[in-house]
T-cell receptor, first 114, second 114 residues
Framework: TQLLEQSPQFLSIQEGENLTVYCNSS?????LQWYRQEPGEGPVLLVT?????EVKKLKRLTFQFGDARKDSSLHITAAQPGDTGLYLC??????????????FGQGTTLQVKP | NAGVTQTPKFRILKIGQSMTLQCAQD?????MYWYRQDPGMGLKLIYY???????DKGEVPNGYNVSRSTTEDFPLRLELAAPSQTSVYFC?????????????FGSGTQLSVL
């Protein structure tokens, strides 16, 4: 069974601090995605990583795909209250035959205090 | 551009009642999905559709049914509601670009079965 495990589950930090969220699996993924979800809304795609070792930056957010394509990380520099939300990693379900089915990690809830 | 629209936003059901969660998208996407989200559990796929007239089960289909008579609409039916179906339900559609793909989510339906 494919699993994506995220850590930590909860993170509460002060504005200006740095943080890293991890997404790990024992399975190889062809790609991984990161979503952010705000209360009362659906997830919104932040980034897709497809190549082992790939690093992508989105302003203060840095995403990395592990060399073996089994893990990914999200690093936020100088966190701001607007970064507060639920962060989800997701990857294609194996054997999905291009149906677009995704499996999701359990999420990391981030709270950034002013 | 409305994207993915879900109704209702909130609903309370009694055990044994039935209801239909509505989902509509105006992006002409062939692929659509229903996920449920429980605290600390990420998103689990209930049903999906690869086009009008074609539906298939996801990871947690028991107690639910779907239909896809048009490209735009993908309703989710709950028959004989049970407390275990208390959850937040998200509908999504899939955009397949030349380089990457992404899911667009609705804003969710929060359902309580009492």
């Amino acid at each position: 069974t494919q699993l994506l495990e995220q850590s930590p589950q909860f993170l509460s930090i002060q504005e200006g601090e740095n943080l890293t969220v991890y997404c790990n699996s024992s399975s190889v993924f062809s790609s991984l995605q990161w979503y952010r979800q705000e209360p009362g809304e659906g997830p919104v795609l932040l980034v897709t990583v497809v190549t082992g070792g790939e690093v992508k930056k989105l302003k203060r957010l840095t995403f990395q795909f592990g060399d073996a394509r089994k893990d990914s990380s999200l690093h936020i520099t100088a966190a701001q209250p607007g970064d507060t939300g639920l962060y989800l990693c997701a990857g294609p379900s194996h054997g999905s035959s291009n149906t677009g089915k995704l499996i999701f990690g359990q999420g990391t809830t981030l709270q950034v205090k002013p | 551009n409305a994207g993915v629209t879900q109704t209702p936003k909130f609903r309370i059901l009694k055990i044994g009642q039935s209801m239909t969660l509505q989902c509509a998208q105006d992006m002409n996407h062939n692929y659509m999905y229903w996920y449920r989200q429980d605290p600390g559990m990420g998103l689990k796929l209930i049903y999906y559709s690869v086009g009008a007239g074609i539906t298939d089960k996801g990871e947690v289909p028991n107690g639910y049914n779907v239909s896809r008579s048009t490209t735009e609409d993908f309703p989710l039916r709950l028959e004989l509601a049970a407390p275990s179906q208390t959850s937040v339900y998200f509908c999504a559609s899939r955009h397949r670009g030349r380089v990457s793909e992404k899911l667009f989510f609705g804003s969710g339906t929060q359902l309580s079965v009492l």
